[in-house]
């Protein structure tokens, strides 16, 4: 069976950091551009960010341009967002999510989700 | 960055009815758009993408249309098990991916 399970979320002071993970299994991760999704209260759903299969290709949102680093380590099954300076408006739950379709094809939903990590950031 | 509007922001039906939502693209999206559903607690869970294209797993009472900018999911028989929120999402031009504001259904 196909899994994706997302940690390291935490409670963290503003101007923090945090490293998050998502460990995936059943399926050949190595094929697939992933995501992370975060859900806040004040903006529902959002997209973060998406590196390609490979890794050589990163995307960003504005509005975390800058402060995130999307990571993948494919022999390991392994993808991580690094997330520097952190913001109160940053609070809320991070997923780490699945194109739909292989081979960094560049219409895709998202199929497969991890359960979620969260993070607060308040002093 | 395209925008999705979906509507309405609450719909309360009873066990049996049909339930249509909408989700309207700022710009024409071809037939790029995917449907979650989420309950507390849980991650979103894939439902149909592609607009019409049922996702594995999804029973046939789902279904979806549209194409363009203007895209419905309905349910046609509400079960209990069926209230959640419901969110649609573009694919047809990333980055970024974008989400609308959910529909809450309730039953």
């Known amino acids: 069976e196909v899994y994706l399970v997302d940690s390291g979320g935490g409670l963290v002071k503003p101007g923090g950091s945090l490293r998050l993970s998502c460990a995936a299994s059943?399926?050949?991760?190595?094929?697939?551009?992933m995501n992370w999704v975060r859900q806040t209260p004040g903006k529902g759903l959002e997209w973060v960010s998406s590196i390609s299969s490979g890794g050589n290709s990163t995307d960003y949102a504005d509005s975390v341009k800058g402060r995130f680093t999307i990571s993948r380590d494919n022999p390991n099954n392994s993808l991580y967002l690094k997330i520097d300076s952190l913001r109160v408006d940053d609070t809320g739950v991070y997923y780490c999510?699945?194109?739909?379709?292989?081979?960094?094809?560049?219409?895709?939903?998202?199929?497969?989700w991890g359960k979620g990590t969260t993070v607060t950031v308040s002093s | 960055e395209i925008v999705l509007t979906q509507s309405p922001a609450t719909l309360s039906l009873s066990p049996g009815k049909r339930a249509d939502l909408s989700c309207r693209a700022s710009?024409?999206?071809?037939?790029?758009l995917a449907w979650y559903q989420q309950k507390p607690g849980q991650p979103p869970r894939l439902l149909i993408y592609d607009a019409s294209n049922r996702a594995s797993g999804i029973p046939a009472r789902f279904s979806g249309s549209g194409s363009g900018t203007d895209f419905t999911l309905t349910i046609s028989s509400l079960e209990p098990e069926d209230s959640a929120v419901y969110y649609c999402q573009q694919c047809g031009k990333r980055p970024p991916l974008t989400f609308g504001g959910g529909t809450k259904v309730e039953i």
């Open positions: 999510a699945r194109d739909e379709v292989p081979f960094d094809w560049p219409q895709a939903s998202l199929d497969v």
């Open positions: 710009q024409s999206i071809s037939n790029c």
């Open positions: 059943g399926f050949t991760f190595s094929n697939y551009k």
